[in-house]
């Protein structure tokens, strides 16, 4: 029977040749998308899940009240992993994970710079990292054992053993390699080549038990049959016992497979994170699908006339409502199996474009068995949900009504294809409203006022011999005329290397936990960030030694701190006074869609591991960097020469949402497209009915574009609908979009009247070829066809 179905399926697909490839193009379309944001969400679900223990380990975070607020982070003291692993039995293995360093390794002539960190030997016996030469229980135990990954071994080595070879380190401590892992998965928040064990850390005495820095990551094992949550209850008041200086800092746990998709907290409560993307995308790919399904369904019951005389005689000759069914959803299922196939074709051929856009390396696992049955699966669920509406409605024609040609309700007011058509229409109408509001406010950021200069700034590392030869390279680099102003500073403008609510000045609330953040510098930096200089001075060490413990304040610092003349204030930060030499106009640093929070530049008593350099703009700038280029390698010729530039440094802020942008956009033109085909077919069906009436009117005179307006209003209506139904949710769901960003923009109302004017253009034009076509007809013949 089965068979029979398929025959008769494949018939009437050949013999509506025109509707068919508009149904299969619509599917397709609607699958292709579906498949390439399931592949992505797939692929983001699946950070971190591949660690055997991966439901006993967690991470350690802190709670605490500042300003009416709980704050959450997971930065922890060097010294928590061993008091938790001390104090708390129900603990099986604990870790610290110093973050990343980019040392320079090297072995006679060869020498690479690759990232890697400092962990405890605990970390391998914690996570899954697979050793594939090695003792797991012994490769991190010596001071100098460093366990390196698969890509390191290659790039150091290429094919020789990498096991027992010894390599230098920064010239300066030898490591014996004890251990190679296979390389880590894409999708793990680790990034890592090497890892150098914990013990090498206290012997460059960079160790140490204050309670008060969190600067590293500390990460738990339980022993099996711990209830976590009244582990992490019993484990909160930890802080009551070591840390005098935050007794109220609450210590919990949390579920590290869960970081990486919930990362964001208010008031102490997980709000969510990348999920919230996850699951608006995975929204947007079963809308689109959805909306290819009604597409299919328009299309298929546009040709009802054509379809009613076969109804009609099957069922005279006993055909059964139900055996109807069933043909129709045949059909339906062969046009879904057809829009699969070339649906996997597209996403095999635009994967990698697809990749790079979100810049994930996806691909598709043809050894999963799933991945069939998931086949399988998605092509009867979209052939049953597209072909459903059409069989009901096909297989429910009266034969006598049919026979009689008068089953059809042209001027129903309200049927379920114009229902369809307003669904398809306003969820267009609120994609095309999200990409204008999203560029909008991308814009708007971007061209926001940075209170310093950006351009022809560069950015180098302090690395290898730079520290003992940064006066010489400074005075060369001036010399030469390649840089007009040079700067050391603890980090790169556009971020902050430290915060705290620990800073004091006269005057201040003891209750007072506002965080201050901070950035050092030893001299020039007003002059080479270009910064605004309101009151004081810049740095300058060789005219004032004192400005070592000087210090500049931002216009949000001095608010804060409520000095009418700051200058000569004291201020004291980790015990040491600091006196206020200047004040610059507020400039942003970290996102730039916050707001500017108060901010110290220190003198150069903190650390300095930056240098700014401000290019000569008189010079090509290309020239300026080969002339720097060669003096930093006179100086440092161990380490390769690397710089950014500051602006596109700066341009990294918005990639996410630029990514954001551009795949709304893109899933707003498919939308649109489907939506035409729709639109297309209901103008087809009603055109088809309406061939008498259209005959008539230009026997007494009607023009062709009087008939095409006559045509046309019914479904611009439907696109006026839609509008309706649109702009609320819409205003509604980017409003709650911009509540994320403190600098964003204000929804204008004309944003609005574009979408919506796009929108009823896009359906003037989709459904005027039609009009333009009947009108057109010869009315003799419509005439006496009907």
Not at 18 to 30: A, M, P, R, Y
Not at 711 to 731: C, E, M, T, Y
């Amino acid at each position: 029977m089965f068979k029979n179905y398929l025959k008769i399926a494949w018939r009437n697909l050949l013999r509506n040749k025109s509707f068919s490839l508009l149904n299969i193009f619509g599917l397709s379309i609607g699958l292709t998308v579906s498949a390439l944001i399931l592949l992505w969400v797939n692929y983001e679900i699946g950070y971190d899940q591949f660690h055997e223990k991966k439901d006993r380990i967690y991470q350690v975070y802190n709670k605490y009240p500042v300003d009416g607020e709980i704050w959450t982070w997971n930065s922890t003291p060097k010294v928590m992993a061993p008091t938790l692993k001390k104090d708390y039995p129900e603990i099986e293995e604990v870790s610290r994970y110093f973050y990343n360093f980019n040392f320079l390794f090297s072995q006679g002539d060869k020498s690479i710079q690759s990232t890697g960190t400092i962990v405890d030997p605990s970390f391998l016996k914690i996570f899954s990292f697979p050793l594939i030469e090695g003792n797991i229980t012994a490769v991190l135990e010596d001071v100098n054992s460093l366990v390196v990954t698969e890509s390191f071994a290659k790039k150091m080595f290429g094919d020789e053993p990498a096991i027992g070879q010894v390599v230098e380190m920064d010239d300066r401590d030898s490591f014996k390699i004890s251990g190679i892992l296979k390389d880590l998965p894409e999708n793990s928040d680790f990034r890592f080549e090497y890892l150098i064990p914990w013990s090498y850390l206290k012997q460059r005495n960079w160790d140490d038990e204050y309670w008060d820095n969190n600067s590293v990551g500390t990460f738990v094992l339980l022993k099996e049959d711990v209830d976590y949550h009244a582990f992490s209850k019993k484990v909160s008041t930890l802080r009551e016992k070591y840390d005098r200086e935050s007794p109220n800092m609450i210590t919990y746990l949390y579920p590290y497979t869960r970081s990486h998709l919930y990362s964001e907290f208010e008031n102490g409560i997980e709000t969510g994170g990348l999920i919230d993307i996850i699951r608006l995308f995975a929204l947007i790919a079963v809308i689109v699908l959805v909306i290819a399904c009604i597409n299919f369904m328009n299309l298929s019951t546009a040709r009802s006339e054509k379809r009613a005389k076969e109804v009609g005689v099957r069922k005279v000759v006993g055909a059964r409502k139900y055996t109807l069914i069933w043909q129709f959803l045949g059909e339906s299922i062969l046009i879904s199996t057809l829009a699969t196939i070339v649906a996997l074709g597209t996403v095999i051929s635009v994967l990698p474009w697809f990749s790079e856009l979100i810049n994930i390396e996806l691909s598709i696992n043809w050894k999963n068995p799933w991945l069939y049955l998931s086949i399988l699966g998605i092509v009867l669920f979209t052939g049953i949900l597209a072909g459903s509406y059409p069989a009901l409605y096909l297989s429910s024609f009266k034969p006598s009504s049919v026979l009689k040609g008068t089953f059809q309700k042209i001027n129903t007011l309200v049927t379920p294809r114009k229902v369809l058509v307003v669904i398809q229409f306003s969820v267009a109408i609120i994609l095309i409203t999200a990409t204008i509001v999203i560029r909008q406010q991308i814009d708007t950021v971007q061209n926001r006022k940075l209170g310093y200069n950006k351009d022809q700034l560069i950015t180098i590392t302090i690395e290898g011999e730079i520290e003992e030869s940064y006066e010489t390279i400074k005075t060369e680099l001036l010399k030469s005329g390649s840089a007009t102003s040079i700067s050391r500073m603890g980090s790169r403008v556009t971020e902050s290397w430290s915060n705290s609510w620990g800073i004091e000045w006269p005057g201040k609330n003891p209750e007072n936990k506002t965080l201050v953040h901070r950035m050092s510098t030893d001299a020039d930096v007003v002059k080479t960030l270009g910064l605004n200089l309101i009151q004081g001075r810049d740095f300058d060490l060789q005219r004032y030694p004192t400005d070592s413990t000087g210090v500049i304040l931002n216009e949000a610092a001095v608010s804060l701190m409520g000095f009418d003349d700051p200058l000569g204030k004291i201020i004291k930060d980790n015990n040491t006074d600091w006196q206020v030499i200047g004040v610059v106009e507020d400039f942003v640093f970290n996102s730039p869609f916050q707001k500017i929070e108060p901010m110290i530049i220190q003198g150069a008593q903190w650390w300095l591991n930056t240098i700014h350099i401000k290019l000569n703009s008189d010079q090509n700038v290309a020239d300026n960097l080969a002339i720097i280029e060669t003096i930093f390698k006179n100086q440092n010729p161990t380490y390769p020469f690397n710089y950014e530039f500051v602006d596109q440094v700066y341009a990294r802020n918005f990639v996410s949402e630029q990514r954001f942008e551009k795949l709304a956009s893109l899933f707003t033109l498919l939308t649109i497209l489907i939506s035409c085909l729709g639109l297309f077919g209901l103008a087809s069906y009603m055109a088809q009915n309406r061939i008498k009436e259209i005959g008539v009117r230009k026997v007494l005179g009607a023009s062709v574009s009087g008939i095409t307006a006559l045509l046309s209003k019914d479904f611009l209506k439907l696109v006026g609908i839609s509008l309706l139904i649109a702009i609320p949710i819409s205003w509604y769901a980017m409003n709650q979009w911009l509540q994320d960003f403190a600098y964003r923009i204000d929804l204008s109302w004309w944003v609005f009247a574009l979408a919506g004017l796009s929108a009823l253009v896009i359906a003037f034009l989709t459904v005027s070829y039609q009009a333009v076509k009947a009108a057109k007809r010869n009315p003799v013949k419509s005439l006496r066809t009907e």
